[in-house]
């Protein structure tokens, strides 16, 4: 099967690189891809997600069986949709379904509609009565741009001055986009730990993933700017099986359900971004397709051909991997490396050294993000988040230390990076493994079934 990925991040190079290992896998193209799926033998097609009629007539040209979009863009812009009509097999929620991630409005209105747990939260499409609410408040405040801003557009305000800036900049300044910027959330700080929540979705079924944690801030401690994420790890601890259980029963279930009856039914992957707080667990938004970094210790620990698994989802046999899907049961870390002056004003082109002596370390793969090759062939940082370096461990504390090995290998001008990822998991007492989906309440399960998928 000829396998087309639509991205060219650090998640698009994991997924290259993990369905490049099926056995099932003929062809495998990248549109556009970057430095990283190269070296994996993925065919780079220059192509937009914007050109759709021409990624159509590639796909028939080149007799693509299944396309794996990995960014949220191309689904917000409704290429799955395009696809499946001219009958190409698709991993990826419609157009409908990804505004799920594409609408912040959307995805807390749909929340409150479905009785999922979440912040207080205020919509507003004009900035003075959004001031005039921020001013009343007697607790902090998240202010977050309704539309897509590449994981920057929300921001976290530590005193009302703060949040009104943070209005002026969405709403007046237009930092994140005039379209991302038309309205805006004001939700309630929620204070606590994060945890990432990803599951498999299609028709009835709903199999989830191990924990991850990822990192937004820019600097250690959780300080600094939001960026697309620092880095991650996998399985998080703080996901146990009691936790999981209870957020698939009340988070994906009752939201899978809503848009099912919205006649919007979402197919792909569904992320929950969930906030640890003294009063339980709270969704902070939702995702429409594989997180990054999550992606990238994710697919390092999975053992079961991602080939078969993404395809069973595009064609909603979903329910045959109950209990099927195999992991390595080694912890997986992953530390980005940025250009400087990342999540703001950043320079590219700048010449890379030691990835292969990283990727020759036991159990290290070094995902590409923003790279590319130069006119002299030389491999060049092409965005802002430039690398992902990624390890296995016997234990979290050896799998992070295997990563920064990794990451002293590594060299280019300006390069920065948080020293601190998995941090908070290596300073409990009592780490707890998830391996498998857990066992959920007999209402949620299937007929017949003991495990662990529940049935929207």
């Not at 979705?201 to 620092?230: E, F, W, Y």
């Not at 001008?413 to 309440?441: Q, Y």
Request: with cysteine; glycine share 10%.
């Amino acid at each position: 099967m000829n396998v087309l990925v639509i991205g060219k991040g650090g998640r698009e190079h994991a997924l290259v690189w993990k369905l490049r290992q099926s056995p099932r896998a003929g062809r495998v193209f990248c549109a556009p891809g970057n430095a990283g799926t190269a070296r994996e033998g993925a065919t780079a097609v220059p192509i937009n997600y914007t050109e759709t009629d021409r990624l159509g007539r590639f796909c028939q040209k080149e007799a693509i069986g299944l396309v794996v979009i990995g960014p949220e863009d191309p689904l917000a812009a409704g290429l799955a949709d395009y696809l499946r009509g001219k009958g190409v097999k698709v991993f990826g929620p419609s157009k409908d379904a990804a505004r799920i991630e594409s609408s912040k409005v959307f995805a807390k209105e749909l929340m409150r509609h479905a009785d999922v747990p979440t912040a207080e939260f205020r919509v507003f499409d004009h900035p003075e009565p959004a001031r005039t609410y921020i001013q009343t408040r007697d607790y902090p405040v998240v202010v977050k741009a309704d539309g897509l801003a590449a994981g920057k557009g929300v921001i976290v305000c530590k005193d009302t001055q703060e949040a009104l800036r943070a209005v002026e900049r969405i709403m007046v300044r237009d930092e994140f986009g005039q379209r991302a910027g038309r309205r805006v959330v004001v939700e309630k700080k929620l204070e606590g730990e994060e945890l990432s929540v990803l599951a498999l979705v299609s028709g009835r079924t709903i199999l989830p993933l191990p924990p991850c944690q990822d990192h937004k801030a820019a600097l250690d401690g959780d300080q600094g700017p939001n960026t697309g994420g620092m880095g991650a790890y996998c399985p998080a601890p703080l996901g146990t099986l009691d936790l999981m259980a209870s957020l698939e029963a009340t988070v994906f279930v009752p939201t899978v359900h809503a848009m099912k009856r919205g006649r919007f039914p979402f197919q792909g992957l569904l992320y929950a971004g969930i906030m640890m707080t003294n009063q339980g667990p709270r969704v902070l938004e939702f995702n429409a397709r594989f997180g990054d970094p999550e992606t990238q210790p994710l697919l390092m620990r999975l053992k079961t051909d991602l080939l078969e698994i993404l395809e069973a989802v595009a064609d909603e046999r979903l329910e045959e991997f109950e209990n099927r899907i195999e992991w390595d049961p080694r912890p997986a870390v992953s530390v980005v490396l940025c250009s400087g002056g990342y999540p703001a004003k950043f320079d590219i082109g700048k010449s890379i050294t030691g990835i292969d002596e990283a990727d020759r370390l036991p159990d290290v793969k070094v995902f590409h993000a923003g790279t590319k090759l130069d006119e002299k062939g030389r491999l060049v940082s092409d965005g802002g988040r430039v690398l992902a370096v990624t390890a296995l461990g016997d234990t979290l504390a050896a799998a992070k230390a295997r990563a920064y090995q990794g990451v002293k290998l590594i060299n280019f001008p300006g390069m920065h990076f948080r020293t601190d990822i998995a941090d908070k998991a290596l300073k409990k007492p009592t780490p707890v493994r998830v391996e498998s989906p857990p066992v959920l309440p007999a209402r949620f399960r299937r007929p017949g079934s003991a495990g662990g998928t529940p049935q929207a």
